[in-house]
T-cell receptor, first 115, second 113 residues
Framework: NAGVMQNPRHLVRRRGQEARLRCSPM?????VYWYRQLPEEGLKFMVY????????ESGMPKERFSAEFPKEGPSILRIQQVVRGDSAAYFC?????????????FGPGTRLTVT | GIQVEQSPPDLILQEGANSTLRCNFS?????LQWFHQNPWGQLINLFY???GTKQNGRLSATTVATERYSLLYISSSQTTDSGVYFC???????????????FGKGTKLSVIP
């Protein structure tokens, strides 16, 4: 049973470019969460999605960041016009049902470097 | 929001030694998970343990929900145990945000041969 898949594992972007991070949840999971680990700041929640719905994006920066989880295909975290401060590890997690009572399984992460 | 404190922040062990890592949380929780972030940055699920005790090989964990703490035990440590151990919780009383995992700052473990 494959775990949570994320790609790419490493992504380098120049300032001003767009970054697209992909996440395929575990088989049968329809709840996806994105977390960000900034250097020296720990892991922080960004957004929670179900298929075709954003449930909670309270942790997302107001500008340049967006997320989607379409009916078919992976969840996408999109960062427009990247800046150096966006350099971080981005983790995706999935759960079978809503995550307050259910274990969240994490992917290996995507390490974004902005030059 | 809920606060999660982990101790100690750093720990150095000789290979073969045992250790106990602690996680205190400030409010009632629905979900508590322990993770290991290895030196390559991958986040590995260790335990889902909102209450009670679980064991998996050399690792075990206990959560005493009424006293708001959890312990992770590592026995006969190996160099591959090195990395950062995180505790994360979801708060029972956060309403719509109750599924957000709030992470502690972690315990950095170094196991030396």
């Amino acid at each position: 049973n494959a775990g949570v898949m994320q790609n790419p594992r490493h992504l380098v972007r120049r300032r001003g470019q767009e970054a697209r991070l992909r996440c395929s949840p575990m088989k049968g999971h329809s709840h996806v969460y994105w977390y960000r680990q900034l250097p020296e700041e720990g892991l922080k929640f960004m957004v929670y999605l179900q298929k075709e719905n954003i449930i909670d994006e309270s942790g997302m920066p107001k500008e340049r960041f967006s997320a989607e989880f379409p009916k078919e295909g992976p969840s996408i975290l999109r960062i427009q016009q990247v800046v150096r401060g966006d350099s971080a590890a981005y983790f995706c997690a999935s759960s079978l049902l809503a995550g307050d009572y259910y274990e969240q399984y994490f992917g290996p992460g995507t390490r974004l470097t902005v030059t | 929001g809920i606060q999660v404190e982990q101790s100690p922040p750093d720990l150095i062990l000789q290979e073969g030694a045992n250790s106990t890592l602690r996680c205190n949380f400030s409010d009632s929780v629905n979900n508590l998970q322990w993770f290991h972030q290895n030196p390559w940055g991958q986040l590995i699920n260790l335990f889902y343990i909102p209450s009670g005790t679980k064991q998996n090989g050399r690792l075990s964990a206990t959560t005493v929900a009424t006293e708001r703490y959890s312990l992770l035990y590592i026995s006969s440590s190996q160099t591959t145990d090195s990395g950062v151990y995180f505790c994360a919780v979801t708060s029972r009383y956060s309403g719509a945000g109750s599924y957000q995992l709030t992470f502690g700052k972690g315990t950095k473990l170094s196991v030396i041969p």
